[in-house]
């Protein structure tokens, strides 16, 4: 593998097509503006370096990013991109990630509207996000200790699970379809309507009306806080360990909490069970 150390890149396309390179504490940023640094390479390892320009690593195979920081003028980072390894790396520019597969994140500190879309088979561990419309159609996702803050977060994702995680978000994992949750606390308003098959175990869930419309929805000793109007038209099956306030219109299946301040039924097409454990 040759190795570039200690150097300065801003001319476009500055590193372009290069095979089994190793770039060590180097810097793309300067005067020329140029974008596209490592575009069509392949086999590269990049640490400790600093990317302040446009699109660097498109369409790249075999790719290891470690120390290294993206700031918010490196837009668009990573695209059509596959077999990558990032770890303890900043992302900050819009849009870092898309299109891309075989992904694994570690010690990372993103902030990034609109980041992840249409990637496939992610492993993301020990990181921080913030972000807007977060891993949008997405698949194969595995998140294992993320914190992430931000709106509208995994919609559309399919064949996905999490564990451990702290989420923050609004209108989170709408549309999605064969996903897991477990020990997790997910906070926001309308969580997961329209979803299919998605299971939450031994979590937190705190927000207004949430999991509406859903089908083949699962509750395994989740803890409902400030849920109001819940699993309105939803097929369900949960087992709750918190009072809800209220529950409206469940379409089928079975509900069963210690206590519940309203059950609302406007129509008798409605015919999930709410069961209150005595």
């Not at 390179?21 to 390479?41: I, Q, R, T, Y």
């Amino acid at each position: 593998m040759n190795s570039i150390e200690n150097r300065s890149f801003d001319e476009e396309r500055a590193l372009y097509g290069s095979d089994g390179l190793s770039v060590d504490h180097c810097s793309f940023d300067g005067p020329a503006d140029g974008e596209s640094a490592l575009k069509e390479s392949r086999n590269i390892r990049v640490t400790d370096s600093f990317f302040n320009l446009r699109y660097p690593m498109w369409h790249v195979e075999n790719l290891v990013v470690r120390g290294c920081e993206m700031t918010e003028l490196c837009r668009a980072a990573l695209w059509y991109s596959h077999n990558i390894e990032i770890s303890d790396t900043k992302m900050h520019g819009i849009k870092a990630l898309r299109e891309c597969s075989n992904i694994r994140i570690s010690g990372a500190d993103i902030i990034s509207p609109e980041f992840g879309w249409s990637c496939h088979d992610i492993e993301m561990a020990d990181t921080k996000a913030e972000s807007e419309y977060f891993m949008m159609r997405s698949t194969g996702l595995d998140f294992h200790n993320v914190t992430f803050s931000g709106k509208y977060s995994f919609q559309y994702i399919e064949n996905a699970s999490f564990s451990n995680c702290v989420f923050d978000t609004k209108d989170a994992f709408w549309h999605a379809k064969r996903v897991t949750v477990t020990d997790s606390v997910i906070k926001g308003e309308y969580l997961a309507w329209y979803c299919e098959d998605v299971s939450f175990i031994n979590c937190r869930i705190i927000g207004t009306q949430p999991l509406c419309y859903c089908k083949g929805l699962k509750l395994v000793d989740c803890e409902m806080v400030d849920a109001d109007l819940a699993f309105e038209r939803s097929e369900v099956e949960a087992k709750l360990t918190a009072p809800v306030i209220s529950v409206k219109n469940p379409l089928s299946g079975r509900i069963e909490l210690p206590a519940v301040g309203e059950v609302i039924r406007d129509d008798e097409m409605f015919k999930g069970e709410v069961v209150v454990r005595q």
